[in-house]
Nanobody
Framework: QVQLVESGGGSVQAGGSLRLSCAAS????????WAWYRQAPGKQRDLVLV??????HYADSVKGRFDISRDNAKNTMYLQMNSLKPADTAVYYC???????????WGQGTRVTVSS
């Protein structure tokens, strides 16, 4: 079992930056995927980016603006968001998965609001 706690959300003007953090209750290096998702009001939860064994994969809408990183020593992963747009307004969730056995862990979400 692992608990994930996101932080770093808030309100920012368009063009600004935020860095979200996802702190895990135990070592994260053994997971198979590390990801950030977001859910805008009235919409489904969508993948923003993910680290897999094949590399880092980005949603088209965030390419060149967002990036993910991990600090295994701190059991924390980050989402660096630059050049933010109002369309980025959403609740952001971190997610860790293992494939064998199948496990799926989510944080509680952190809200990001981008104003024009």
């Amino acid at each position: 079992q692992v608990q994930l706690v996101e932080s770093g959300g808030g309100s920012v003007q368009a063009g600004g930056s935020l860095r979200l953090s996802c702190a895990a209750s135990r070592n994260i290096s053994s997971f198979d995927t590390w990801a950030w998702y977001r859910q805008a009001p009235g919409k489904q939860r969508d993948l923003v980016l993910v680290i897999t064994s094949g590399g880092t994969h980005y949603a088209d809408s965030v390419k060149g603006r967002f990036d993910i990183s991990r600090d295994n020593a701190k059991n924390t992963m980050y989402l660096q968001m630059n050049s933010l747009k109002p369309a980025d307004t959403a609740v952001y969730y971190c997610n860790l998965k293992t494939f064998n056995p199948r496990r799926d862990y989510w944080g509680q979400g952190t809200r990001v609001t981008v104003s024009s």
